[in-house]
């Protein structure tokens, strides 16, 4: 069974600063990782799908990056604004499933 | 382009109740999903259905049913509702017959509280 673990499950950092989001998976035989963005009470926005074949994706300020061998994935987020507080998901799709992260929290301090 | 909906937004029963949560999507996606999330936890999937006529158990389908009404609507039914299954749930459609390779469009949840 997949197990997608993303720590740490909440992040705090001043305006200006960039963002390092990490999630780890256990199964390395995957289709695609996507980065999804949630804020307070609404649904997921996809960010960002790495194939299986892809090392990274980006996206303006965004780069996701796809480590399959050792399990891992990691968004960066360029010059973060406050409007970039949210809680980013990552989710691993193998076949006909993603399976999800529990998220990382960010808020972005003026 | 609405994308996907979901009704209602929020809604409260009592254990034993029984309620169907309605989602539509205006994409033309052959693929659709309904998911469940609890605080601390990732979204789990409840059931999906590939295509109009088929639909498929995922991680957690016990307790529920689903039906795929037509290419646009997919809902889901709690027969007796039970407090366990009070939760955040969103449904998902997605392009291709099924597979996780094509983004997933979300719509924007209901919030179910079972007493």
């Known amino acids: 069974k997949q197990e997608v673990t993303q720590i740490p499950a909440a992040l705090s950092v001043p305006e200006g600063e960039n963002l390092v989001l990490n999630c780890s998976f256990t199964d390395s035989a995957i289709y695609n990782l996507q980065w999804f963005r949630q804020d307070p009470g609404k649904g997921l926005t996809s960010l960002l799908l790495i194939q299986s074949s892809q090392r990274e994706q980006t996206s303006g300020r965004l780069n996701a990056s796809l480590d399959k061998s050792s399990g891992r994935s990691t968004l960066y987020i360029a010059a973060s604004q406050p409007g970039d507080s949210a809680t980013y998901l990552c989710?691993?799709?193998?076949?006909?499933?993603?399976?999800f992260g529990a998220g990382t929290t960010v808020t972005v301090r003026a | 382009n609405a994308g996907v909906t979901q009704t209602p937004k929020f809604q409260v029963l009592k254990t034993g109740q029984s309620m169907t949560l309605q989602c539509a999507q205006d994409m033309n996606h052959n693929s659709m999903y309904w998911y469940r999330q609890d605080p601390g936890m990732g979204l789990r999937l409840i059931y999906y259905?590939?295509?109009?006529?088929?639909?498929d158990k995922g991680e957690v389908p016990n307790g529920y049913n689903v039906s795929r009404l037509n290419k646009r609507e997919f809902s889901l039914r709690l027969e007796s509702a039970a407090p366990s299954q009070t939760s955040v749930y969103f449904c998902?459609?997605?392009?291709?017959?099924?597979?996780?390779?094509?983004?997933?469009?979300f719509g924007p949840g209901t919030r179910l509280l079972v007493l």
């Open positions: 989710a691993v799709g193998d076949d006909y499933k993603l399976s």
């Open positions: 998902a459609s997605s392009d291709g017959a099924g597979r996780s390779r094509e983004t997933q469009y």
């Open positions: 259905s590939a295509s109009e006529g088929t639909t």
